[in-house]
């Protein structure tokens, strides 16, 4: 209820040239969101079928790449030894 009191609606409020380039950045990608979910939802099936494929891809390269990539140890000495 205090807030009301405070706010006040922004009418007639310019803005500089940082904060217009950041904003017609965040519209595009709004707008790039905005496409590639319609897209997506009209095409529903391709989109399974190729997230499952993805899925198994992932778990099949996990499963084929070599596992001793990290040591298990630390083998660096000591500094106070």
């Not at 807030?3 to 017609?24: A, I, K, M």
């Not at 990608?29 to 198994?56: D, G, P, Q, W």
């Amino acid at each position: 209820m205090l807030c009301s009191r405070f706010l006040r609606p922004h009418t007639g409020e310019t803005h500089g040239t940082l904060y217009n380039l950041t904003e017609s950045i965040y519209q595009g990608m709004l707008k790039l969101y905005e496409n590639s979910l319609r897209v997506v939802l009209k095409h529903r099936m391709f989109t399974l079928v190729a997230s499952s494929l993805l899925l198994v891809l992932v778990i099949y390269l996990f499963g084929v790449l070599p596992k001793g990539f990290l040591p298990s140890d630390d083998i660096r000495p000591a500094l106070w030894d």
